[in-house]
DNA sequence: AAGTCTCCCTGAGTGC
DNA sequence: TGCACTCAGGGAGACT
């Protein structure tokens, strides 16, 4: 499930792969991704050179040097990668491009929760994107969750989960950063003091730069541009371990549904 | 207006 | 072994 710190790897990954090379060809499969993708921007790609790869949220946008742009979102399960042309197409394909250097550019979604789109102008898909959500959490300005949720009357695992609050948090980071934050997901935005919504600021910047330095997490489908797997699943504190002692305290993992995602957490480490 | 619910999708896992 | 069923969840849009 690609977060913030899965997207911000395979960007990492692609960059020194994609960043100079030209697009000769360009293919998309019929099966129907959750946004269009429009026929003519094909024949407007070709020969187009990739300028510059960003991420936004769990929003990829690449930018080529005559200013198009093409915007990913991975889902649930996309996989964006390149690959030497010659390697067989994988079940699950549907968009990839043949570079210049005979390699392949890759975007493979086995549950098809992900989309591409193309944009004549690529600054507008990272316009939009500025537009619709919260800010980057890993240089948050202080006092910003306590800014614009003090007011909520949602709990706090909503809330970390909204990307107009903060852009890139998932239902995995989410609940390991209220264990690090020791809060409780199910409590009231509204009843937080200002020391609390400090250190729960703290906490998701913390959790998700060692996620990002273990290159993620790999729980299924997860692969960066590299294809290599993440590490940071193996250091998930309540994450997938229901039932399972907590690593502070011992008390078993509770699971609860909470705004619509399953959650994880220690009743006794997180009041 | 703010918050919640439903839907989309497929493979893995479970129980009989 | 095979089959039916459940579950996982990001984001859009409908709904309360």
Request: net charge positive; proline share 5%.
């Given at each position: 499930?690609?977060?913030?710190p899965?997207?911000?790897?395979?960007?990492?990954?692609?960059?020194?792969?994609l960043?100079?090379?030209?697009?000769?060809?360009?293919?998309?499969?019929?099966?129907?991704?959750?946004?269009h993708?429009?026929?003519?921007?094909?024949?407007?790609?070709?020969?187009?050179?990739i300028?510059?790869?960003?991420?936004?949220?769990?929003?990829?946008?690449?930018?080529?040097?005559?200013?198009?742009?093409?915007?990913f979102?991975l889902g649930?399960?996309?996989?964006?990668?390149?690959?030497?042309?010659s390697e067989?197409?994988?079940?699950?394909?549907?968009?990839?491009?043949?570079?210049?250097?005979?390699?392949?550019?890759?975007?493979?979604?086995?549950r098809?929760?992900?989309?591409?789109?193309?944009?004549?102008?690529?600054?507008?898909?990272?316009?939009?994107?500025?537009?619709?959500?919260?800010?980057?959490?890993?240089?948050?300005?202080s006092?910003?969750?306590k800014?614009?949720?003090?007011?909520?009357?949602?709990?706090?695992?909503?809330?970390?989960?909204d990307?107009?609050?903060i852009?890139g948090?998932?239902?995995?980071?989410?609940?390991?950063?209220?264990?690090?934050?020791?809060?409780?997901?199910?409590?009231?935005?509204?009843?937080l003091?200002?020391?609390?919504?400090?250190?729960?600021?703290?906490?998701?910047?913390?959790?998700?730069?060692?996620?990002?330095?273990?290159?993620?997490?790999?729980?299924?489908?997860y692969?960066?541009?590299?294809?290599?797997?993440?590490?940071?699943q193996?250091?998930l504190?309540?994450?997938?371990r229901?039932?399972?002692?907590?690593?502070?305290?011992?008390?078993?993992?509770?699971?609860q549904?909470?705004?619509?995602?399953?959650?994880?957490?220690?009743?006794?480490?997180?009041r």
């Amino acid at each position: 499930m690609p977060e913030l710190p899965e997207v911000e790897t395979v960007v990492r990954d692609l960059r020194p792969q994609l960043t100079g090379r030209r697009l000769i060809a360009i293919h998309s499969s019929k099966a129907q991704l959750r946004r269009h993708w429009p026929i003519r921007a094909i024949r407007h790609l070709i020969q187009a050179r990739i300028a510059s790869l960003h991420r936004r949220g769990k929003w990829i946008v690449v930018l080529c040097d005559d200013g198009q742009g093409i915007r990913f979102h991975l889902g649930m399960t996309g996989q964006l990668t390149v690959v030497p042309g010659s390697e067989p197409l994988p079940d699950h394909l549907h968009w990839w491009a043949e570079l210049d250097n005979g390699y392949q550019w890759r975007f493979r979604d086995i549950r098809r929760f992900g989309s591409v789109e193309w944009f004549a102008h690529g600054q507008e898909a990272l316009a939009e994107l500025d537009r619709k959500l919260g800010p980057e959490p890993l240089n948050l300005p202080s006092g910003h969750l306590k800014a614009v949720a003090a007011q909520s009357q949602r709990c706090l695992k909503a809330v970390l989960l909204d990307q107009t609050i903060i852009a890139g948090v998932g239902n995995i980071y989410a609940d390991e950063a209220l264990f690090e934050a020791a809060l409780h997901p199910a409590r009231l935005a509204r009843s937080l003091q200002t020391s609390e919504w400090d250190r729960l600021q703290r906490a998701v910047r913390r959790v998700l730069r060692r996620a990002i330095a273990a290159r993620g997490s790999t729980i299924r489908n997860y692969v960066g541009g590299s294809g290599l797997q993440g590490r940071y699943q193996q250091r998930l504190n309540v994450y997938g371990r229901e039932g399972l002692p907590c690593l502070h305290c011992g008390h078993p993992i509770v699971r609860q549904y909470l705004a619509g995602r399953s959650t994880h957490y220690c009743a006794y480490c997180q009041r």
